[in-house]
């Protein structure tokens, strides 16, 4: 069992910056990948951004350039820097994470872009 806690959601007004946080703590050890997806009202939720253990990251085309995501291993977090945002970026972000045959969800973050 892993547990993800997220944090650093808030409101921001369009073209401000963010920073998520997601930490894990449980069976670590079976954590591979790592990331983040979003959900706004409505809508399906989505990808955003994913890290495994080595190898290249991933976004999605609506966040490259504007979205980085970050991993610190020895403190089993994920983070997600969110620049330029802009009100479609609101939603409710979730922490993701796979391994040893299993996905784990965080209970989610909001994220309020004013325009």
């Known amino acids: 069992q892993v547990h993800l806690v997220e944090s650093g959601g808030g409101l921001v007004q369009a073209g401000g910056s963010l920073r998520l946080s997601c930490a894990a703590s449980g069976d670590t050890i079976c954590i591979s990948a790592m990331g983040w997806y979003r959900q706004a009202p409505g809508k399906e939720r989505e990808l955003v951004a994913t890290?495994?253990?080595?190898?290249?990251?991933y976004y999605a085309d609506s966040v490259k350039g504007r979205f980085t995501i970050s991993r610190d291993n020895a403190q089993h977090t994920v983070y997600l820097q969110m620049n330029s945002l802009k009100p479609e970026d609101a939603a409710v972000y979730y922490c993701?994470?796979?391994?040893?045959?299993?996905?784990?969800w965080g209970q989610g973050t909001q994220v309020t872009v004013s325009s």
């Open positions: 993701h994470s796979e391994g040893c045959g299993y996905d784990f």
């Open positions: 890290i495994p253990n080595g190898g290249s990251t």
